[in-house]
């Protein structure tokens, strides 16, 4: 089986992308949406957490985001100390999800392969692109975030241009249509 990771920029639509390759039955793992569900169901991950950021790191017994955001995106080592805690649950947690997979393939959706220096556990990564202010709208819509918040995030990860040139393939995701004939024909060459 064949260990794919999708990655890009915040913004450049690999939840989208990512969904196209799950309505071709490909096993999907959203490493965003598993760290969050963890970081609320471990006990070893939530006592660290609370070690690092305090009381106030859970409220009601429920991760406080937005608090734990604004230290990490104004913290560089803040940042770093945290993907420390959650990332090693996340690796373990995938990986007994890849055993529980029968298809050719399995994709892991992850925005931050490369700053992780995880590209090595990936049979082939594939970058989702977009210009830049296309990515910025898309996050102040989802979001509710300024213009300034949102370039703030861009600047803690590589550069589009960085993940393209160590990527087996590339997506500009503009054209929902277009998109998906990129899909159809990775997916074809992955099956091979």
């Known amino acids: ?65 937005p608090f734990i955001a604004n230290i990490v995106f104004n913290d560089k080592n803040k940042l770093k100390l945290l993907n420390g805690i959650v990332h090693p649950e996340v690796e373990k947690h995938f990986k007994n999800w890849v055993e529980n997979q029968k298809y050719t393939y399995v994709i892991q959706e992850n925005a931050i392969i490369f700053e992780n220096n995880n590209q090595n556990n990936f049979d082939e990564i594939i970058t989702i692109t977009a210009p830049k202010s296309v990515k910025i709208n898309r996050v102040m819509l989802r979001d509710q975030v300024s213009k300034e918040m949102v370039i703030e995030r861009m600047q803690n990860q590589l550069s589009d241009l960085y993940k393209i040139e160590r990527s087996k393939y590339v997506i500009v995701n503009l054209d929902l249509s277009k998109s998906k004939k990129e899909v159809l024909l990775i997916h074809q060459a992955l099956l091979k």
């Open 1 to 65: 089986m064949k260990i794919i990771g999708l990655t890009g920029g915040i913004g450049s639509g690999k939840s989208t992308i990512a969904k196209m390759f799950e309505a071709l039955n490909v096993p999907v793992y959203y490493a965003d949406i598993e760290a969050k569900k963890l970081m609320t169901s471990s006990q070893v991950i939530k006592i660290k957490l609370i070690s690092l950021f305090g009381k106030k790191a859970f409220v009601n017994n429920k991760l406080n985001k």
